[in-house]
């Protein structure tokens, strides 16, 4: 690895750890760039996904205050999260690159329109007395299906994570970013470990995307917390919308 390549390794993980944080597309920052480097897409997906995991946990210490008060929900949810971070990353490691491939601008860009939306769908299910504040059985299945992608891929993780919570829980957003959060953290960090134990790491690589991201993940979040919550809802929605037409152009 030339010394180029390295500093601009660790300047997209700067960049990845401080989108994360904020809206939660990072990967589309780091990724394509080590396919750009020449590294296999595999194996770039592997030390991407384990150079994340240091500036997920950093930006959710970052939140650590918006957290209070949520240990219930987090723990709910997060199990669901560790389950699907699993079974995304098994196959990952068992089935061609392309199985999600079809799927993934579509629903990126599903979740952006949810949170478009995402106040009228809130008013309406209040008013039917369906939004509680741990959320319910189909946000718990959705977290899954969502950890599933994460673990496999994730690009864009975040957005569609946030879109369900918004729906479901009855909280504020900044409140339910500092969930999101963890969740993508717990995500990834289950993921890196079965890459760890049953896969080929790029060490170099995810060492140097983990002290970008690490770094990027407290930058995000004093970003994060300033913006006003229409300008939140908006730029997650506007981030979304972009890397679904992007990936759809790139991949079809």
Known sequence: MSPWSALAIFAAGLAAGTVNVVVGAGSLITFPLLLALGYPPVLANVANNVGLVPGNLSGSIAYRHELVGQRDRVVR?????????????????????????????????AASVLMA?????SRWLDGRGERPDHG????????????????????????????LLAIFVHDGLQRLNATKNVLVTLVNLVAAVVFITSAHVLWSVALLIGAGTTIGGQLGARVGRRLPTPVFRWTVVTVGVVVSVVLAVEWF
């Open 136 to 163: 319910g059985g189909v946000l718990l299945v959705g977290v899954f299906l969502c950890a599933v992608y994460g673990g496999y891929f994730g690009a864009a993780q975040g957005v569609v994570l946030l879109s």
């Open 117 to 121: 939306v995402q106040p009228r769908i």
């Open 77 to 109: 949810l997060g199990a669901a999260s560790v389950a699907g971070g699993v079974t995304g990353a098994v196959l990952l490691l068992a089935l061609p690159g392309t199985v999600f491939r079809a799927a993934v601008p579509e629903l990126i860009l």
